[in-house]
């Protein structure tokens, strides 16, 4: 069975850091992009980023709006996937989610199917 | 706004169809596969169809999804109360790089 398991949220104050993490199982970690993506309370869903696996190079893309603010890695020997926040704005509290696949395919093939239950960030002083 | 756009709400009575449409542009839903969620409140969203029509394993026939040039739509036909829930349509965009999301529509069973 395919899982994915956010973990890291909680508050945070504008300006500051917090990394979230995306602990995996039930694939092959390695062979698979990961995604995040967030909601605000009440809102719709948001694209954040991919990462790519190793095979296919292992580049991070970025939505505008979190883009060089936010950094997305992953180890694979461990089966997790990071999204690192820094210089948080009170705009980026949301539930944050993480999903296999969704990196950047031709037709926009390549999807996000399996998500984690997510993990809430509160940014506020 | 949202780039892509679906009305917020549809309801029906239990039996009926549903339709609910996603309007996008040529940047995304006309060049690129559309996919649709549900989410129940307080969880994760779910994968309903992908690929425009496609169905992944345990979502059941009575829910299709259809592309016509720049717009979408899912129908959910024979409606029961547990298809109380948010929709969204999603597809990739060309132009932002990135994943767009409509804004969601809130789907009641009278």
């Known amino acids: 069975e395919v899982q994915l398991v956010e973990s890291g949220g909680g508050l945070g104050q504008p300006g500051r850091s917090l990394r979230l993490s995306c602990a995996v199982s039930?694939?092959?970690?390695?062979?698979?992009?990961i995604s995040w993506f967030r909601q605000a309370p009440g809102k719709g869903l948001e694209w954040v980023g991919f990462?790519?696996?190793?095979?296919?190079?292992?580049?991070?893309q970025y939505a505008a709006s979190v883009k060089d603010r936010f950094s997305i890695s992953r180890d694979d020997s461990k089966s997790i996937a990071y999204l690192q926040m820094n210089s948080l704005k009170t705009e980026d509290t949301a539930v944050y989610y993480c999903?296999?696949?969704?990196?950047?395919?031709?037709?926009?093939?390549?999807?996000?199917?399996?998500w984690g239950q997510g993990t809430l960030v509160t940014v506020s002083s | 706004q949202s780039v892509v756009t679906q009305p917020p709400s549809a309801s029906d009575t239990p039996g009926q169809t549903v339709t609910i449409s996603c309007s996008g542009s040529s940047s995304n839903i006309g060049i690129n596969y559309v996919y649709w969620f549900q989410q129940f409140p307080g969880t994760a969203p779910k994968l309903l169809i992908y690929r425009n029509n496609q169905r992944p394993s345990g979502v059941p026939a009575r829910l299709t999804g259809s592309k016509s040039g720049t717009s979408a739509s899912l129908a959910i036909s024979g409606l029961r109360s547990e298809d109380e829930a948010d929709y969204y349509c999603?597809?990739?965009?060309?132009?932002?790089?990135?994943?767009?999301f409509g804004g969601g529509t809130k789907v009641t069973v009278l």
């Open positions: 999603a597809a990739w965009d060309d132009s932002l790089s990135g994943w767009v």
């Open positions: 039930g694939i092959t970690f390695g062979s698979y992009d």
């Open positions: 990462i790519r696996s190793r095979p296919y190079g292992g580049a991070a």
């Open positions: 999903a296999r696949g969704g990196s950047y395919c031709r037709g926009g093939a390549c999807y996000p199917d399996y």
